[in-house]
């Protein structure tokens, strides 16, 4: 079973408005990931998270991570149109046997 | 930039055809990832190496699918015979250290499709 999910499945907002996404997971982890997708393209990471981190923020980019909720977001402030892109959550598990596992994704559109 | 490059980019051929993807991970990275990625199934794990070791093959068919590092510079991938369900993006990632607490740097991936 998936271990992230992220919420919504599609967004679609004004350029220089704000973006939220979530992601929820299931099990304990050792670090939270976020990268972006570009049609056609590899992903790429944004930020990692540590499960005793709490938020971190990298140019237009936070991050928040709350353990007990099990769950975290990203925020992408003043959006571009460039920041069209897929948005997946990645999670590690505390175990030795954990693999990353990433979620569905958010498909996140800026309009101009 | 260092990236990740994967070969080919596309790639189609008639079922039952062997497929050979090739990656080439970032010089001085030790850890190399596998995915797959469908619509319906998502982002998958098929495969990790590291130090040229395979760690964890347990996401990849195993009786049409193998990967390989025959040296630092180049992983592989071969599905023999291929199938029509294999038709997806598969990606190479690779990665430093402790491979999967760190970030990975992803190819642009080969997108397969078989007829």
């Known amino acids: 079973s998936q271990q992230g999910e992220e919420d919504p499945q599609a967004l679609s907002i004004q350029e220089g408005e704000n973006a939220t996404m979530n992601c929820s997971y299931k099990?304990?982890?050792?670090?939270l990931q976020w990268y972006r997708q570009n049609s056609g393209r590899g992903l790429v990471h944004l930020i990692l998270i540590r499960s005793n981190e709490r938020e971190k923020h990298s140019g237009r980019l936070r991050v928040t991570l709350d353990t007990s909720k099990k769950s975290s977001s990203l925020l992408i402030t003043a959006s571009r149109a460039a920041d069209t892109a897929s948005y997946f959550c990645a999670t590690l598990g505390k175990t030795s046997y954990d693999k990353v596992i990433f979620g569905p994704g958010t498909s996140l559109s800026v309009i101009p | 930039d260092a990236r990740v490059t994967q070969t080919p980019r596309h790639k189609v051929t008639e079922m039952g055809q062997e497929v050979t993807m090739r990656c080439q991970p970032i010089l001085g990275h030790n850890t190399v990832f596998w995915y797959r990625q469908t619509m319906m199934q998502g982002l998958e794990l098929l495969a990790y190496?590291?130090?040229?070791?395979?760690?964890?093959d347990s996401g990849m068919p195993k009786d049409r699918f193998s990967a390989e590092m025959p040296d630092a510079t180049l992983a592989t991938l071969k599905i023999q015979p291929s199938e029509p369900r294999d038709s997806a993006v598969y990606f190479c990632?690779?990665?430093f250290g402790q491979g999967l607490y760190q970030p990975q740097h992803f190819g642009d991936g080969t997108r397969l499709s078989i007829l």
């Open positions: 190496f590291r130090n040229r070791a395979p760690l964890d």
């Open positions: 099990t304990s982890i050792n670090n």
């Open positions: 990632a690779s990665g």
